[in-house]
């Protein structure tokens, strides 16, 4: 057997441990990896800076419009928790989707963000949970719904039982219906905007639901134990229109 000498076994965890710099950072929302230097930390995160209808944004001054209903069509189904280093996410392999304008979305899965990083008027919630949505042609459709605190919601009782570490992930015993964590009343603001995340990419149609949910205290607690905060700033609108449901 070969003798690794100590002064060669040193140099050995000294490349290593170079390699180990050498690879591309995680991206998170503080610091020196925070929404500011996303766009410097990969070439194909360059949108998050250059983009021109960024999200999320602050709604204020929204024109009122005769905006579509939102048809939603969700259904009971499988549901994967896992935790990917940056939020807690619901995925939702088979559970329907919604229609708007006659163009119909399947529902991907949902995720939060504490607080909410959508804002209205200048104030945030203290979370926000986005249901993401993909169409038969690849385009994005993302509905936003607000939870302000008060009440135990029953609906996320399972998910927020047990929230993964990070890298972790699990299957829920029973199926999930996504309808439950929608409001009674579905009017909406929508605007064009982006994912909120690297690659920040664009052409992500929104909808922010106007009437909030409750958590209870001990729920956000729960969250905020493995993400303090993980919302990114509000963009420039940069000429958008933001128009508001009547309903």
Known sequence: MRTILPGAFAALLLSVAVAGEQQPPHWSYRGEHG????????????????????????????????LPEIDFAYSAG??????????????????????????????????????????????AMPMVAHLVHKSAAGQLAVVAVLFKQGRENPALANVFATLPAEGGKYRLADSFDPSRILPVKRGYYAFEGSLTTPPCSENVRWQVLKEPLEVSGEQLAAFRALYPMNARPTQPLNGREVLESRN
């Not at 304008?101 to 949902?110: D, H, I, S, T």
Request: hydrophobic share 40%; net charge negative; charged share 15%.
């Open 35 to 66: 929404p500011t230097h996303w766009a410097q930390m990969d070439p194909g995160f360059s949108t998050c800076a250059l983009g021109r209808v960024q999200s999320p944004i602050d709604i204020r001054n929204a024109l009122k419009a005769d």
């Open 78 to 123: 499988p549901a994967e928790v896992l935790n990917n280093g940056h939020t807690v996410q619901v995925n939702l392999p088979a559970s329907g989707g919604i229609a708007i304008a006659g163009v119909n979305y399947a529902l991907l899965q949902f995720h939060f963000h504490t607080p909410s990083e959508e804002r209205i008027a200048g104030m």
